[in-house]
């Protein structure tokens, strides 16, 4: 049944290739030019040209990007020996220039290109493309070129029939002035093309009709179909990038989903239904096993056996537990921070049954599984114990198991306990205790083994607690008297100070025409502020800060100092006369201390300057409130009368 569905796709695969024949379009080697005109046959106007491109093939070619060129005889390149073009007279080109998109000449059709004046001279004769003026009667070429600048077909003409770079070696002859030159004919719709310009043109008078509207653009639907498709083919469609396909056929119709292909494990039976191929890939199994188990693998026989993931630990473990990480060889390592022996009581008061206990704790951040750990009691591992089942320890906290809950028994004298993953490596070991007396647990507090007389199973560690015998002080009887009933001791002084009893001062009130000065508390009477001040004498001024009248000759000093007397200098620090000393007598006698009578006057007319200049600067300074002042003082005089 299998062969059956290959064949008869094999055969949906012929009818395509041979029942959907597109077109496809030849490379255009029987391209030529038929006819040139390089001036006016009627009036011998030289800028009237056309050119006529035929092809001469049963076949539509494809001329997208190729062009006409125009040069000189001669005009040859140094390195390839090619013809230099002088300019590009056209270029084929489809109007939306994308992949895909062509300009195509039918078969046996032409193209014709006129220039510029020749369109304008008569604007009811049709053409294909027009081009600038400017093509020479004598010694020029034209040529064809494809897309890569391969020349299809090359004219030259006017050398008197002699040039290298001509077809054959001969240019055809010269257009005259009522004369072009055309391609021979060798039958209706059959043109000459020997390869020889001389041999395959001819002078000609210009022919009354002319065949333009040819040339046509196309675009191929399917760019990965080879040819051009100007259609869609029959069977196949088309997306948004011109991409065209079979549409999917679906090979199982008894299936769920579509089925381009036969799936893994299928074939189809005879009623083309696809059906699943039954294998039993675990021979060794009872029963038919189509997939492998879960947890299993095939062994070097290939029979199925569970797959142990942790070979260092007892058991198949076909599932990593979360608290294990995958280690080399196929082994299991606990992920966990190690669990810590933290307390035992190997010597309870009183009986020992059901009262000895060890004490572990959880710095993990959740749960543990005390499944993966075993108790070691004992300097050479002589016994150890598994924890009672589906025990665990939460997150850091701590959990303390008796000799009830397992069985194991701390001897009186010396021992440790240790603690051991499933995978036997060691995870924590108590210190060594030594003859601990009744109810002394051996404990670890601030990460040192040490003994303590409160055991605290399942709880923090607490260190011993000491009794600290109580010393009754009797105080000294005092010698000081005791202070007055008005007395207090100075706790400074140990003396006896009176009691200050302090009382609450109430203020009198003001009388009427009077109000309380805030700087000395008292009452002040309002008509002796604003009252008229009487004038000072002549030679006083009047204080601003005291009111008082006061010698102006004291505030100011003596203007002149009295000149110093012959023999004498004043002193600069204190302004007062000395004598001069020309050279220092040797001292026949110990230096006393002399006395000079001071000159008060000029102390007096010095302490006059300094109290004119504070003066001056403080009627300066407070020359704004004196103004106030002096208006206030004139209101109340102008008031009490």
């Known amino acids: 049944m299998h062969k059956l569905y290959v064949f008869t796709v094999f055969l949906s695969f012929l009818f395509a290739v041979f029942f959907n024949i597109q077109p496809s379009y030849a490379v255009g080697e029987n391209i030529v030019f038929s006819q040139i005109q390089t001036r006016s046959i009627v009036g011998g106007k030289a800028s009237e040209e056309l050119i006529e491109i035929y092809n001469n093939s049963d076949v539509d070619v494809d001329v997208t990007n190729w062009s006409v060129t125009y040069g000189a005889t001669g005009a040859l390149d140094p390195l390839t020996g090619n013809l230099v073009p002088t300019k590009t007279l056209v270029h084929f080109e489809h109007s939306v220039p994308v992949v895909g998109n062509f300009v195509v000449i039918p078969k046996r059709s032409s193209i014709l290109l006129v220039s510029k004046a020749f369109a304008d001279s008569d604007p009811k004769f049709e053409?294909?493309?027009i081009f600038s003026s400017g093509i020479s009667d004598n010694g020029r070429w034209l040529s064809l070129a494809d897309d890569d600048g391969l020349a299809i077909d090359t004219v030259?003409?006017?050398t008197d029939g002699i040039s290298v770079t001509a077809e054959g070696g001969q240019a055809a002859l010269a257009p005259t002035e009522n004369q072009l030159i055309q391609r021979k004919m060798i039958a209706p719709g059959d043109l000459q093309d020997t390869n020889n310009n001389f041999n395959d043109f001819e002078l000609a008078s210009s022919r009354s009709i002319y065949n333009p509207g040819s040339i046509y653009e196309m675009e191929d639907i399917c760019l990965n179909i080879a040819d051009i498709q100007s259609v869609i083919p029959d069977g196949y469609v088309a997306d948004d990038v011109r991409n065209c396909s079979q549409p999917p056929v679906d090979i199982c119709l008894n299936l769920d989903s579509l089925q381009t292909e036969l799936p893994d494990g299928y074939e189809v039976d005879v009623n083309g239904d696809c059906i699943q191929i039954i294998i039993d890939v675990c021979g060794n199994l009872e029963g038919i096993q189509q997939a492998l188990p879960d947890n299993m693998g095939f062994d070097a026989t290939g029979d199925c056996i569970v797959i142990d993931r942790c070979s260092n630990l007892p058991e198949i473990q076909t599932v990593i537990s979360d608290d294990f990480e995958v280690g080399p060889n196929d082994t299991c390592l606990l992920g966990l921070l190690p669990l810590q022996i933290t307390e035992l009581l190997p010597n309870a008061v009183g009986s020992?049954?059901?009262s000895e206990f060890i004490?572990?704790?959880?710095p993990n951040d959740k749960d543990v599984n005390l499944s993966y750990y075993f108790i070691?009691?004992?300097?050479?591992?002589?016994?150890f114990y598994s924890f009672p089942a589906s025990s665990y320890i939460k997150a850091k906290g701590y959990k303390s198991f008796s000799n009830a809950d397992i069985k194991f028994t701390l001897v009186n004298s010396t021992s440790n306990v240790r603690l051991r993953a499933i995978d036997d490596s060691l995870i924590d070991r108590s210190d060594v205790y030594?003859?601990?007396?009744?109810?002394?647990?051996?404990?670890?507090?601030?990460?040192?083994?040490?003994?303590t007389n409160r055991p605290t199973p399942g709880s923090e560690n607490l260190v011993s607690f000491i009794e600290v015998e109580k010393v009754i002080v009797v105080p000294a009887k005092s010698s000081l008297q005791p202070c007055a009933a008005n007395q207090y001791r100075s706790t400074e002084t140990n003396r006896c100070r009176l009691i200050v009893v302090a009382t609450n001062s109430v203020l009198t009130p003001c009388r009427n025409g009077q109000y309380r000065s805030e700087e000395t508390n008292r009452c002040r009477n309002i008509a002796s502020d604003v009252n008229a001040l009487t004038p000072c004498a002549e030679g006083q001024e009047r204080n601003p800060e005291t009111n008082r009248c006061r010698s102006i000759m004291a505030v100011l000093g003596a203007s002149d100092l009295a000149p110093c007397k012959a023999g004498q200098e004043r002193n600069p620090e204190t302004n007062r006369c000395r004598n001069v000393i020309s050279s220092v007598p040797a001292a026949a006698y110990a230096p006393e201390q002399t006395f000079e009578a001071s000159n008060n006057y000029v102390l007096l007319w010095s302490l006059v300057g300094v109290g004119a200049i504070a003066i001056i600067y403080g009627i300066w300074e407070w020359r704004q409130e004196i103004v106030k002042l002096v208006h206030r003082i004139g209101s109340f005089r102008h008031f009490n009368k």
């Open 127 to 129: 053409y294909d493309y």
């Open 156 to 158: 030259e003409w006017g």
């Open 352 to 354: 020992d049954d059901g």
């Open 359 to 362: 004490e572990i704790y959880n």
């Open 376 to 383: 070691y009691i004992g300097a050479d591992d002589e016994h």
């Open 434 to 451: 030594s003859n601990p007396d009744d109810g002394m647990a051996w404990a670890k507090i601030n990460d040192i083994w040490q003994y």
